[in-house]
Structure formats: structure tokens, C-alpha cells
């Protein structure tokens, strides 16, 4: 019998709340254990999906917490009796105003919460045999977060990276700099062949922002 089991991480993303955030489901081929990343919102939607793949939902992992990534977290963790998992502290005051974040874009109302587990830089997450790498990322948020999975060469950026851009960073706690710092730093070295799944929009590869990106492309 091997020490290690292979992983065989699927996923499914699903687009949630009027911002179409990408909320990501993701789970253990072998022992269909699942975790889902950023419930924004339309938990019905994601319950759904869950059982679709007849998947056995262990864990909510959050990259950030700005209302449509997080704003379905608490009660979604109530109904299910699952911990929340992330993002760093440094988005406490983020999940502090998730009431007020709600109330100002016109979204359902909105729980704040306590995580369960905070991450850190070089920290992991498992769900079944999968171990998924944690980065901190900050700049589009003080506490966002980033998962990788080598084994797969998938990467659940949230709002960090796009498709031809990158996350904003004018809002309380963000930093430009900061912010292509950590994509450069911290991203890049994953591999240009590593496919990251954004917050907002179509997958691409990290090679390819390296190509084209005009906020982060090599030489910029």
C-alpha cells in the first residue's frame, strides 16, 4: 500500500450573485470529499451542484472577503455544519462590514462570521487526498489568499489575477504595488503551465498573463 494515495483533484465552477463571481467546487476523485471556494451567493446553486456530483461537502475555503465572494459563507456553513476555512486576518475587517457591503450593492443580507481556521503563507488545505498549497497574496485585499494544487497545475486565484488583467486595488486595503508583487513573486514561480481559475471571467495560464497581460506581462 503507497504512503500516499494519488490525488485526482476535479472541479466545477459555478458563477454566483449579480458580479458572476466564479465560485468553484472542488473535490477528491477517490473519495468524493469536497470543498467549495468563495460562496458568494445562490446557495441553492451550489447545494445543487453538490449533489449532482454526489459529492460529500467537508469545507468552505475563502481567497478574500469582499460580499461576492463571501457573502453566502455563514449560512452556508450552518446549514451544513462545515468549517470555514480563510483567508488570512488581514481580511477581518472585510468580513466585519459584509452586513453593510450588502446593504450598500442591494445584495441579499449578509452574515459575518468567524473562520475556523486562518491561513498563512506556505500553509495547506486537504480535501481527501488532495493537498492544495496556500499563498498570500495581498494587494487586491490585505488577506487574500491563493490555492495550488501542484499535482493538478490548478491554481484558485480569486481576485489576485484575470484573464488579461488584474484584481482592482483602490478599494480600503488595497495596494497596486503590492498587488503585482505578489502575482510576480508568488504566482509565476507555480509555472507558466499551471491553469488558474480567476474570481470573475475565463480560465487562462499563468504563461500566457506572462505573455500578454499589459499590467504583469514579462518586460512591463
Not at 462590514?97 to 446593504?103: F, N, S, V
Not at 494544487?149 to 504595488?177: C, M, Q, T, Y
Request: with cysteine; aromatic share 8%; charged share 20%.
Amino acid at each position: 500500500m503507497n504512503a500516499k494515495t494519488a490525488c485526482q483533484l476535479h472541479y466545477q465552477t459555478i458563477p454566483v450573485t449579480p458580479f458572476q463571481q466564479n465560485c468553484s467546487i472542488v473535490w477528491c476523485d477517490a473519495t468524493r470529499e469536497a470543498a467549495v471556494i468563495d460562496p458568494g451567493g445562490d446557495l441553492p446553486r451550489i447545494e445543487a451542484a453538490l449533489q449532482e456530483q454526489g459529492l460529500d461537502f467537508r469545507q468552505i475555503w475563502l481567497t478574500h472577503c469582499h460580499i461576492d465572494h463571501a457573502g453566502g459563507t455563514a449560512e452556508l456553513a450552518r446549514r451544513h455544519d462545515v468549517p470555514i476555512i480563510g483567508p488570512h486576518p488581514g481580511d477581518q475587517f472585510w468580513i466585519d462590514g459584509l452586513a453593510e457591503q450588502a446593504r450598500m450593492f442591494g445584495l441579499p443580507p449578509a452574515e459575518a462570521f468567524v473562520p475556523t481556521r486562518w491561513l498563512h503563507d506556505g500553509d495547506t488545505v486537504q480535501v481527501g487526498h488532495c493537498e492544495l498549497a496556500v499563498r498570500h497574496c495581498p494587494g487586491h485585499t490585505p488577506g487574500h489568499v491563493v490555492f495550488h494544487s501542484a499535482e493538478a497545475k490548478r491554481a484558485f486565484v480569486g481576485d489576485v489575477l484575470f484573464a488579461g488583467s488584474i484584481g482592482r486595488s483602490d478599494f480600503p486595503g488595497g495596494n497596486h504595488e503590492q498587488l503585482v508583487a505578489s502575482i510576480r513573486e508568488r504566482l509565476w514561480p507555480m509555472g507558466n503551465d499551471t491553469i488558474f481559475i480567476p474570481g470573475h471571467g475565463p480560465e487562462s495560464s499563468f504563461g500566457r498573463e506572462r505573455r500578454s497581460n499589459p499590467f504583469v506581462r514579462d518586460g512591463v
